[in-house]
């Protein structure tokens, strides 16, 4: 059985790396496509590590850190899928080019990169419509830990990554030079 091909999409909170994932799920109709999002992957609250914010000391689930996803569930996810020999795996996450053992199965490193001030705004679009927090609550922890911990974690990966994509203004030509690379590797 070929070995899949294994797709690694980072970047930090509301970069466009489940955008991208989407798009290139659609793009790549035809093809076995299994896509992990490492957001299902988050611990419960009864073991998910919290943190004290540098500056305020208030204490948050942190869930901008490596610790909070059960990455060996994921790690046991993964092989399973790649047994059941689909063509394509996308993993898509903060931490898609973190953890060793993942980065290693990648063949291909993508990192979505966005300014902050962007991503601060489309977190909070987001969280407002869909989780039904406050503007307070999402600036509180992003202020406090958010924008720490993508410095701290998030942004070093970057320099891991085979390209880097603009999730401001995405590029068609870029997107349909990775499906096209992607198939590729498949079919040749």
Known sequence: MKKPVIVGISGGTASGKSTLSNW???ELSGLNV????MDSYF???SV???AAAHVTGK????????????HEKLR????????EGPDVILVEGLFALWYDWLY???DLKLFVDCDADERIVRR???NMAQRGLSFDEIAGVYLDMVRYRHQQYIEPTKWRADLILNGSTPSPLAQRLVADHIRAAVCG
Do not use: S
């Not at 299994?34 to 999002?37: A, G, I, N, Q």
């Not at 948050?60 to 909070?68: G, R």
């Open 24 to 26: 290139l799920e659609g």
């Open 34 to 37: 299994r896509v992990f999002h």
């Open 43 to 45: 611990k419960p609250d």
């Open 48 to 50: 998910r590590p919290k």
């Open 59 to 70: 204490v948050y689930f942190d869930d901008n850190c490596p610790e909070t996803i059960y």
């Open 76 to 83: 046991e996810d993964l092989a399973q899928a790649a047994a």
């Open 104 to 106: 290693e199965q990648l």
């Open 124 to 126: 909070l679009r987001r």
